[in-house]
């Protein structure tokens, strides 16, 4: 796997661990690290999913999505609204997950450079 991303000019190191070696990750499936320049994916399996592999790319797809949000200043502005909606687990899983359905419309119809 990838060790590390490029965003918007900032490399974030990507780290795949397991909840003994990062208590944080008892509760979360990932997170990112901003001030350190670091996306933490869980890597152990539990409950009940079938494709780990996909699940996993999900949570990095969502880790990399709160990246982008920050390094472009937009997380840090959207405190300044009620809603802080660039924080917005929702609205972060729906670019995740939603992106490379959107990628794929901008080829086939030629929007892209």
Do not use: P
């Not at 399996?45 to 937009?74: C, P, Q, T, W």
Request: aromatic share 14%; glycine share 8%.
């Amino acid at each position: 796997m990838v060790d590390k991303v490029n965003i918007l000019g900032t490399d974030y190191e990507i780290q795949y661990l397991t909840s003994k070696d990062d208590e944080r990750l008892e509760k979360v499936d990932g997170y990112c690290d901003f001030y350190s320049k670091l996306i933490i994916v869980c890597n152990e399996e539990n409950g009940n999913i079938h494709d780990y592999k996909m699940y996993f790319r999900k949570v990095l797809r969502h880790e990399i999505v709160h990246a982008f949000l920050y390094e472009s200043g937009l997380a840090q502005n959207s405190f300044y609204s009620e809603s802080g909606w660039a924080d917005n687990e929702e609205m972060v899983d729906w670019i995740a997950i939603q992106g490379e359905k959107i990628h794929k419309a901008w080829e086939e119809s030629g929007a892209l450079g």
